[in-house]
């Protein structure tokens, strides 16, 4: 068990209502008949009227919300019934919204219209942009001439009080003719027709900020942005979750939050409060990855035939002895062995399409494993990266999989060992579209006690039809939900359990980490008496131990040769930087940065901040609470630096029938090292092996009647 909080990206937002009230005055606005869209100006036309909102919210659905600053003077909803409504949007209805009795459902739609107020804040570094409903904070760092791109970050408050970081990429009209590349004719014109509706945003130079270009306006095309899913390409832009290294940190995802609520609390603090959510230590259990890659090697001892179909020999041969090398049991062949492991060197899709020839890719089937690596994803890899040895581990964890598959048997994992008395059914559903028809099958991997594996379809036919119908119903009930059915388990004792992907994510702890990455950063201004600064040193000398002090004598030493009264920061920090790095040197860091709060190294990294600050960044974590049970895991658990590319999506346990899921048995099978390089995996691994088989096997016809139906015990 932990002593840490572990935040997430829900918050509690708490207002003063009177003091709103007295202030602001809210409107809603909806259709007659119908559902607002994107495309309608009426949001930025509010934002640049006379009757200048303060900001503008609009998510989905069938209404928007304005923030108006409140005046005695002007009735609201009759001037913007007269002025903007009357002619060019008759079937737009607005009312004015009590602030006193707002609906506690909708209470996040206030906290989203105060956050969206923030684009009028000034910055130099960044923009704040209420365009379009939304919230979209930019800056002239995230800009790419040569592509003609600019990235913003969306913030996006939900209806559960998650908050939402999604990158989105403005491009401008200058590239027109490449949004229309690569697609049909009849694609063409569907794309134009698109681009002709879809707002269209210039850049006003004199702020950076983004404004809506109006149809009457005339704005030169290089000048018009438009935001498309997905951008050219179909290259996703990304933008860092987060990250220590302070230099990184601002332009980071939780530094830009953080941003936004520091000018959101600096603005509007006195009419609401935010607060972060996070689970407490005594609900979680933690446990840390151990990395086991000996795991995978000892499950191929079988020999391995390594294929080519290429006509790059260099290359095969230089696969074959990377491979030889991890000490694994290899032979050469011209063609696949039936029922032995085999790795096929092929070319990509995009080569085949070029030459117009057969794509060589070849599925595994019941009784012989294939894993296909291509020729350009190798010499790409060798391009970007040291050494080719995790891509070639990846391949073996992969190639171990379906031995596993094909084998019937898990031998990757004991099994056996967790001493379960009953079988377990793990499942999910997949939809086919077969000549137009929706054909909803569910897929089951049934694991027994010993490991054995047996898989099964339920489609909807005679035997299976009251089965199939129960867990339809199942998954339909989560249509319109948050949360999403990713996997279902049930076991012979009749319990059921469903595995959710919800809406909630792993976040640092935003206030404190970013006091601590931001605050004594800044040295230019730092400046102390020579006379002071060395009395502290000799406190800390004296308290450490003789044989370990010697760096911090010797910088004392420098501070003493200084002909100067006074020690500037930079000084500090550029003859700091020449004593190398040792724990004493990490620990008189420390005690400067306590005494004078600046940092003469930022510690980036470090066990104790991590338990601090973004604990529930690292490792895997259950969190067993009144709500129910919900865990993460780490699946980038090497790229752990202080550097973090992407948050931990949260997922529950959520019981439908019967007993809860062992959470023992949940811990095990996601600490396990041979689904990811490096890291756990984030569902438990046997649905790692029905993937395989659904997807990357030639599957034969399966039966779905007898024991497996028996056994499936629904209510």
Same mark, same amino acid.
């Given at each position: 068990? +932990?002593?840490?909080?572990h ?38 036309t509010?934002?640049?009227?006379? $009757? ?15 923030l ?9 909803? #009759? ?24 609906? /506690? ?5 206030l906290?989203?219209?105060?956050? /969206? ?26 800009a790419?001439? @040569? ?37 049909s ?34 704005? =030169? $095309? ?28 601002e ?6 939050? +953080? ?25 979680v259990? +933690? ?11 000892? #499950?191929l ?41 085999n790795?096929q060197l ?23 494993p ?7 994803? @190798?010499?790409?890899?060798k ?34 060992? $967790? ?11 997949k ?33 299976s039809?009251?089965?199939?119908w ?26 059921? /359990? ?17 006091g ?9 201004? @730092?400046?102390?008496s020579?006379?002071? $600064? ?34 500037d920061?930079?000084?500090?920090v550029?003859?700091? =930087? ?5 724990k004493?040197?990490?620990?008189? #860091? ?6 004078? #709060? ?32 919900f ?16 948050? /931990? ?11 809860e899921?062992?959470l ?14 490096n ?31 028996? +056994?499936?015990?629904?209510?």
């Amino acid at each position: 068990m +932990n002593s840490n909080k572990h935040y997430i990206n829900q918050f509690d937002f708490q207002y003063n209502k009177e003091l709103i009230h007295r202030d602001f005055e809210i409107l809603v606005f909806r259709k007659s008949e119908g559902y607002l869209s994107y495309y309608e100006m009426i949001f930025d036309t509010l934002l640049e009227k006379n $009757l200048k909102a303060v900001s503008v919210c609009f998510s989905s659905g069938n209404e928007a919300f304005a923030l108006y600053e409140k005046s005695s003077s002007v009735n609201l909803v #009759n001037e913007i019934r007269k002025t903007l409504l009357s002619e060019s949007k008759p079937d737009i209805i607005v009312e004015q919204l009590d602030i006193l009795n707002f609906d /506690n459902k909708k209470k996040y739609k206030l906290f989203q219209l105060f956050l /969206n107020a923030c684009s009028n804040s000034q910055s130099d570094r960044f923009s704040f942009n209420n365009i379009t409903g939304r919230l979209l904070v930019s800056s002239h760092l995230m800009a790419n001439s @040569f592509k003609k791109q600019r990235k913003a970050l969306e913030i996006k408050v939900n209806y559960d009080n998650s908050i939402n970081l999604d990158v989105r990429t403005l491009t401008s009209l200058k590239r027109y003719n490449d949004f229309l590349k690569g697609i049909s004719q009849k694609e063409v014109k569907r794309k134009k027709e698109q681009l002709k509706k879809i707002p269209k945003y210039e850049i006003i130079k004199a702020t950076g900020c983004f404004k809506r270009v109006f149809n009457n306006e005339k704005v =030169k $095309l290089d000048e018009q942005y438009v935001i498309l899913k997905p951008a050219i390409d179909n290259k996703k832009s990304s933008i860092d979750f987060f990250s220590l290294n302070p230099k990184a940190y601002e332009l980071t995802k939780i530094g830009i939050l +953080n941003n936004v609520l520091i000018n959101l609390h600096n603005q509007f603090g006195d009419y609401l409060s935010v607060n972060q959510k996070f689970y407490s230590s005594e609900d979680v259990i +933690n446990e840390s990855f151990k990395a086991n890659q000996e795991i995978v090697l000892q #499950n191929l001892q079988d020999n391995i035939f390594l294929v080519n179909k290429t006509n790059d020999s260099e290359i095969f041969e230089e696969i074959f002895n990377k491979l030889k090398s991890l000490n694994i049991q290899l032979k050469k062949s011209s063609k696949i062995k039936s029922t032995q492991p085999n790795i096929q060197l092929i070319h990509d899709k995009e080569y085949y399409q070029k030459y117009y020839s057969k794509d060589l890719y070849q599925k595994s089937t019941s009784d012989t494993p294939i894993q296909n690596l291509t020729l350009q994803q @190798f010499i790409n890899y060798k391009k970007t990266s040291k050494t080719t040895e995790p891509l070639l581990f990846k391949i073996l964890n992969e190639l171990s999989i379906k031995n596993n598959i094909c084998k019937k048997r898990i031998t990757l994992f004991d099994w056996e060992s $967790l001493g379960m008395p009953y079988k377990i059914h793990l499942g999910y559903k997949k939809v086919d579209y077969i000549k137009d028809e929706k054909q909803e099958t569910f897929f089951f991997l049934t694991i027994y006690p010993d490991g054995y594996l047996e898989y099964n379809a339920l489609t909807p036919n005679l035997f299976s039809s009251e089965l199939h119908w129960k867990l339809l119903e199942i998954y339909k009930s989560y249509n319109y939900c948050k949360d999403k059915i990713e996997a279902v388990i049930i076991t012979d004792n009749g319990d059921v /359990n469903l595995i959710l992907r919800t809406n909630f994510q792993t976040y640092p702890d935003l206030k404190g980490v970013n006091g601590y990455v931001m605050e004594g950063v800044d040295v230019k201004d @730092f400046n102390i008496s020579k006379e002071n $600064l060395l009395k502290k040193i000799e406190t800390f000398i004296n308290e450490n131990d003789e044989e370990k002090i010697n760096p911090i004598k010797e910088f004392k030493k420098i501070i003493i040769s200084n002909p100067s009264d006074n020690i500037d920061g930079e000084f500090l920090v550029n003859e700091y =930087k020449k004593l190398g790095k040792s724990k004493i040197i990490f620990e008189f #860091n420390k005690y400067f940065k306590d005494i004078f #709060n600046v940092w003469l190294r930022h510690a980036v990294k470090n066990k104790e901040v991590t338990e601090k600050y973004y604990s529930a960044l690292v490792d895997i974590s259950i969190a067993k609470t009144h709500e129910g049970v919900f865990y993460w895991a780490n699946k980038a658990m090497k790229d752990t630096q202080g550097k973090f590319l992407k948050s /931990n999506i949260i997922r529950k346990i959520e019981v439908v029938q019967g007993e809860e899921f062992s959470l023992k048995l949940l811990m095990k099978t996601l600490n396990v090292a041979f689904v990811r390089i490096n890291a756990p995996t984030v569902l438990p691994f046997p649905v790692k092996l029905l993937n395989e088989y659904v997807n990357n096997y030639e599957r034969p016809i399966i039966n779905d009647t007898g024991d497996f139906l028996n +056994n499936l015990k629904l209510k």
